[in-house]
Each structure stands twice: as C-alpha cells, then as structure tokens.
C-alpha cells in the first residue's frame, strides 16, 4: 500500500522489485489512491514486470495487479495560532473544513473498500505492506481487524497522525536512521530506494549534463519541490535565477501543480534546432530525477525522507529547504539531524520566503566550493542504507512463512548488559 504522494510509492516499489527478484511466482497487489493509480502505473513500467489494470490476468512474467482503493487525508497546520484560521478563511474553509468532511467519507468509503476485497480468505493476503501516509490507514485497521499481519515503514523522525494509529498494532515497524520514537518491534532499516539511484562518475555526469542540454563544463544546480511542486520554493527561484545563472546552469522541476505559475521563466530557456542554447531549463515533471539529480553540483530540495535517501544514495551536496507547517515537524527534524552531522546545507522555508537572497549566497558558496561540496556529499552518502529494500522484502517473506521469530528488532540488537562480568556488553545470540 503506497499512495498520496511519490514518496510513498517509489520506496514500495523498490520492495515489489526485490520481493519479486527473491520469489518470482509470488502474487503482489499495489493499492494506491485514485490520485496516484497512474502515477504507479507509469513508475513501474520499467522494472520487468506486468503491471496492468484490476480486469487483466497475469501473464507468463511476474505479474502485479494495481488497483485503486478510497482514502481521505485530514489536513492540518502546524504552528497555527486561533487568528490564523481567521487570516486565512480561504484556506480555513477549503481544506480544513471542506477537505475533512470530504476526508472523512474517503476514510468510510476506504474502509468498506479494503473490507469487502479482504474479506473471503481466499483473497485475503498473508501480509500487509504499508508506507505510510494517509492512504495507508484504512487499509491497516482492516488488516488488523481481520487478523492479517501488516509492517508500517516509517521514513521520517516523527511519525505522522496515520503511522501513529498503526504502528499500535503492527508487527514490525521498520523506520530509517532518523526516527525517534520508542515503539516496540521496531527494525531499522533505513529508506528503500530504487536501485537506479547511484554514485557517478566524473565522466558519467558530465554526459548526463550533456544529454539534458547543459554545458559540460559548467556546474549545475537542480531545484526540486517534488512531483507537486512547492510554491515557495518556486518562487525564490524566480527571485534569485537572474543572478544565478551568472555563475552556474540552473534546471527547475515546478511541479505538476505549480508549472503553469511559472511559464514565465521559460523566457530564459532557449532553444535554436532542437538544442538547448540557454543555461537554464524548466520540467513540470522529470521522469528520470536520477538521472538529473545526477547530472547535478549541487541540489536543492525539500527534506522529505525518501528524497534524502535518493540524494545520500547519488552522493551529492544538498541544500536542505524544510517545510516548518507540516504536522510534527518531521521535514525540520530530518534537515537538522543531517545538519548536525554536517552532511547538507539547510535554510527553512520561511526563511527563505523573507530573505530568497540567503538561498542564493548559500548556492553560490557551494558552486565555488569543490572541496565543501565533497564533504557535503561523502558524509551524506554514509547515511544511505543499500539493502534498506532487499531488508524489507525479507522481512516481508518472512511474515507470510510465519517466521516472525526469525526477525530481530533495534531492541534485540542492542548489546546486554552481564551483571556477573562487572557490567560490561555481552553480545545477544
């Protein structure tokens, strides 16, 4: 189950890819929210398997049936004081009020869904995969109703309102290195990424600038506000790129949603016969993100957990731009523990809104910066975790073998402490 945003859905699909590498025959079901059913489709189309609409029967290769399942997000803002609901009515009663009572008969609507599919043994799973998000909740307490083991993933340092409700029950709880909670079964297994997310060479880089247009011999900042987009993000852009493009090439993904706000800086994307001719280019969506993220010096994005892993596995600087209103925090507490380690640059997103220029003096440090640029990368590259996915499907498999036994948590991991050997660490067998 993955859905509501893509980086719900990219991790679980690098789990599908190993599950399926391990056991071939075995059945895999992806449900997502009507929003992201294409989005799935489209993803995956690549990784050697069928993926098909729910009508289509398998093939002679592994086969996964897609299917689309009700969801409803309760939308919050953190930091909101009372007169802010005030100040801003429109948003107040667009999503706060409208968008939950729309939210809330997804929720039901989801509920009956994931009953009825599940409810005939036969159909049944024997387990339940969810990573998170809203989408993933009322899939759970179906599960938990109906006594299918389910695993919550957690990216993040501070789980949200869904994973909070689920974690309660599940039986395992595999989180990546930030997390800060103190749940019981819990496995560290860091954030699944796709296998095609990795270092480049020097050479390898350049080309990929060159196949995306850019110069080869010009560094190249890539912003990102995810398949969305980010508004504010955005909008610094359009503030700073004139003085950007001074010393570096620039590469924009807007976002779905948000690339019809800035078609006006296609002013400074030229082409003459079908050759880029500018040092800046404009996406509403980049379907090969590891490619440019690749071909990138320097990268800022959002600190979205799955991102992050995406950027440690690639290995490159990062500029860390932390979204403070989102429930829990859980973007600001991702960017400080990996500023703390000195492994990113940060600047919070309000921040950034009042004072666009502080983004820029921080990328321009960085492009004239080879050296720092390096040891951004080297100490971000040694938070990824290669076998977080292979890790997830074996925990997986075993849960449908019945082999929950077989399956060390964090706390069993840890040394213990002998008593008879004047308190000093005896390894756990």
């Known amino acids: 189950m993955g859905g509501g945003s893509g980086g719900h859905i990219t991790p679980a699909v690098a789990v599908v890819r190993e599950i399926l590498a391990e056991r071939p025959r075995t059945r895999v079901e992806f449900w997502t929210d009507r929003k992201y059913y294409k989005n799935v489709v489209k993803i995956t189309t690549e990784i050697g398997v069928s993926w098909g609409e729910e009508s289509r029967v398998s093939g002679k290769r592994p086969y996964i049936q897609v299917r689309k399942v009700s969801s409803g997000k309760f939308h919050r803002y953190a930091g909101w004081k009372f007169v802010d609901y005030?100040?801003?009515?429109?948003?107040?009663?667009?999503?706060?009020v409208w968008g939950n009572i729309c939210g809330f008969i997804g929720f039901v609507g989801g509920i009956l869904q994931s009953f009825f599919r599940m409810l005939s043994r036969k159909s049944r799973p024997d387990v339940v995969f969810l990573k998170g998000g809203f989408v993933g909740l009322p899939v759970g307490l179906v599960a938990r109703f109906l006594r299918v083991p389910y695993v919550v993933h957690e990216s993040?340092?501070?789980?949200?309102?869904?994973?909070?409700?689920?974690?309660?029950?599940?039986?395992?709880?595999?989180?990546?290195?930030?997390?800060?909670?103190a749940n019981k079964n819990v496995v560290i297994t860091g954030v699944p990424v796709a296998p095609e997310f990795k270092?480049?060479?020097?050479?390898?880089?350049?080309?990929?600038?060159?196949?995306?247009g850019f110069s080869e011999d010009r560094p190249l900042v890539v912003m990102t506000g995810g398949s969305q987009g980010a508004q504010h993000m955005n909008e610094a852009m359009r503030e700073i790129l004139p003085e950007m493009l001074k010393f570096t090439s620039v590469g924009l993904v807007a976002g779905r949603e948000r690339y019809e706000e800035m078609v006006d800086l296609k002013k400074y994307e030229n082409w003459d016969k079908a050759k880029l001719a500018s040092d800046f280019r404009m996406w509403a969506f980049n379907s090969t993100m590891d490619e440019l993220m690749g071909a990138a010096d320097v990268v800022i994005s959002r600190a979205g957990a799955t991102t992050i892993a995406e950027l440690a596995a690639l290995s490159k600087a990062v500029i860390l731009v932390p979204f403070e209103k989102l429930p829990g925090g859980h973007q600001m507490k991702n960017a400080e523990k990996l500023m703390e380690m000195g492994a990113v640059e940060m600047i919070g997103d309000d921040r950034m809104v009042q004072q666009p220029g502080i983004l820029l003096e921080l990328t321009q440090k960085l492009v004239r910066s080879p050296r720092v640029r390096a040891d951004l990368a080297s100490k971000l590259h040694e938070t990824y975790k290669p076998k977080a996915a292979k890790d997830l499907a074996d925990i997986l498999l075993k849960i449908a073998d019945g082999n929950l036994g077989e399956i060390e948590t964090a706390e069993e991991a840890e040394p213990k402490s002998d008593p008879d050997k004047?308190?000093?660490?005896?390894?756990?067998?």
């Open 86 to 96: 005030f100040k801003n009515f429109g948003t107040t009663m667009h999503d706060l």
């Open 156 to 181: 993040d340092a501070v789980p949200g309102l869904a994973n909070r409700i689920l974690m309660k029950h599940a039986k395992v709880i595999c989180v990546s290195e930030f997390y800060n909670g």
């Open 199 to 212: 270092k480049v060479s020097a050479s390898r880089q350049a080309a990929l600038k060159k196949a995306f």
């Open 422 to 429: 004047g308190g000093k660490d005896v390894e756990k067998k």
